[in-house]
Structures are given as C-alpha cells and as structure tokens.
C-alpha cells in the first residue's frame, strides 16, 4: 500500500471516528430525531453540491425507489439509533460497539439469506460478543438500563448495516450497478424521507428544550457534510485505489480514533476496558474477515475481473451509510 493510501486509510478512520464525537455532542441538546434528521439532510446537501460540481449523469436505471428504501434501511434507521445511544454512552463505546458491523453481517446472512456460517466465523462472532459484554461490564460507566439501551441501540444499527449489506446486493447490483456516488445520495434521500415525518411529529409533541449553540449547529455541519458526504468520496475513491477488502480494514482504526476523540475534547475518561473489550472484536473482525483459501480456478478475463470487483465494492458501500 503507498503512504498516500495508507494516509487516506487513516484520515477515514479519524473521520469517522469524529462522527461519534460530533453526535456525543449534538444528541443530548437536539435529541434523538433531530440530530439523525440534520445529519442526513447536510448530508443531502454536500452529496448534491458534489455531484453537481462533477456533473454526474442522474441515471438511476429504474432503481431510485430500491436506493430510497435502503437509505431508510441503512441510514435512517441506524442514524437515529446511533443518535439515541449518544445519549447514553460515551464517544469510544458507541466506536468500538460500530466495530461489529462485520460480525453482524455474518449473522445476517446466516440467519437470512442462506449464508455459509464457517467455524471461524462462528468463533468471530462469540469473540465479537464477548467483547461488548465486556466493555459493557466493566468500562468506566456503570452497568445500568441506560446503559443496556445505548449498546442494544448501537448493535441494532449494525444489525441494520448488515442487512443494507446484502440487499445492495440483490436490489442494486443485479441487471447492472450505479455509480456509488447516485447510491450514496438516493439512500441518504431515502434516508431524510423516512426520518422527516417522525421530526416533525416529535417537534409536535416534545420539542427540543433548547436548540442549542454555535458549537451544536457547527457539529452538525461537521457530522452530515464532512464525516458523511466527504467521507462517502474518499471511501470510494479508496475502494478503487486498494480494493474492498483492503480498505474494509478502516473498521479496526475506527475505536481508536473514537475513544481519543472523546478523551482529547469532551474529557471522557480512559480505561483498560477499552483495550481488552476492543481487542476481543478487533480478533472477531480478523475472523471473520479473513478469506479462507479458494480452489485454483481458470484465469479471469478483464471483463470478468471488473464485474468481481463492482460487486465487492457495492457490498461494502452502504456499510458505512
């Protein structure tokens, strides 16, 4: 990998780590469907203003309606339940519990789709599970219900990431893909359309107590515009410079980032918790990542080794969604 991958490798992970930061601090001023609604609808917003400065041809092939429903599916949805967490657990819990998204992809898929459970998978996935018992147990925040519904919400997220996983596959990569830019923005469309009608109903019936300050209005900016829209380019610009499987690593750099993040600007204190619960995911993420050795097979032709690497890339796209 050249430095200057390894460096946007990095800048991604810090990125989104920031993401988790950025909600620690919107979520207790807006709330729940505020802060989900406002990240989605900048993201909206820096999508649009980069597909147009690149003049992207709006072709959606007949699948804008499939993109708004698994923007509601893995946006929507995991954004709120994110956001609800943040209210709950600390910048570097909500980070390292992200960290199963791959875990639950196994899960998913076994459980739904007909997905070949392996021996190290299953093991991946008791590591991954002790982990978060783990860190939920004895990390520096007590064990109580608020607890429970931060980590119970952070897992439904991935859950919902798991399930974008698969059905990007059938519904969008089948009869030919789109471009991961019109996906990025029809989902996170979708997204703002499912959320826009619970934010007004819980503006309806318990606004927002204070809607916060600069710093509050500038975390959103930095959430929807930078950790996803800008994020969303220089994800898909790595996955066609190193490929998917490489750049499916940033999962492991993620917690990192997130537990300094919380430690460096909101003063959230450090633990060996940390350390132990996200060693136990980090080894279920190489588990369950890991390729098992594949038969000899006959030589690909160019065309045959585009479409593999199309497909691989649209799996994963919509993971961070």
């Not at 200057?4 to 207790?28: E, N, Q």
């Not at 570097?92 to 070949?116: D, H, K, Q, R």
């Not at 019936?205 to 930078?226: E, M, N, Q």
Request: net charge positive; with cysteine.
């Amino acid at each position: 990998m050249r430095p200057l991958d390894l460096l946007r490798l990095l800048s991604l992970a810090a990125i989104w780590g920031a993401s988790f930061l950025f909600m620690r601090i919107i979520a207790p001023e807006l709330g729940t469907l505020p802060t989900a609604f406002f990240r989605v609808l900048f993201a909206c917003i820096g999508l649009l203003t980069i597909l147009m400065i690149m003049r992207t041809r709006w072709d959606f092939r007949g699948k804008l309606k499939l993109c708004l429903i698994l923007g509601m599916i893995n946006s929507g949805v995991p954004f709120a339940l994110y956001a609800l967490a943040a209210q709950f657990l600390p910048t570097g819990y909500s980070a390292i519990f992200n960290a199963t998204t791959p875990m639950m992809g196994v899960l998913i898929g076994a459980l739904f789709f007909a997905e070949a459970l392996t021996a190290a998978k299953l093991v991946g996935v008791l590591f991954g599970l002790s982990g978060v018992a783990l860190l939920t147990r004895t990390g520096p925040v007590a064990f109580d219900l608020q607890l429970l519904i931060g980590a119970l919400a952070c897992l439904g997220a991935t859950a919902c990431y798991g399930f974008g996983g698969f059905l990007t596959r059938r519904w969008i990569n089948q009869h030919g893909g789109l471009t991961s830019e019109l996906v990025a923005f029809g989902s996170q469309a979708g997204a703002a359309l499912c959320l826009l009608p619970p934010f007004i109903v819980s503006l309806l019936i318990v606004p927002p107590v204070s809607w916060g300050d600069s710093t509050v209005w500038l975390s959103l900016a930095g959430l929807g515009i930078v950790c996803t829209a800008f994020a969303y380019i220089l994800y898909f610009r790595l996955l066609a410079d190193i490929g998917p499987v490489r750049t499916l690593t940033v999962t492991f750099i993620i917690p990192p980032f997130g537990v300094l993040w919380g430690a460096l600007f909101l003063g959230e204190p450090l633990d060996w918790a940390y350390a132990y619960g996200g060693a136990l995911i980090a080894v279920a993420l190489w588990l369950v990542l890991k390729q098992a050795p594949s038969p000899i097979a006959p030589p690909q032709t160019q065309h045959d080794q585009a479409n593999a690497a199309l497909v691989s890339s649209a799996d994963l796209e919509l993971r961070r969604d």
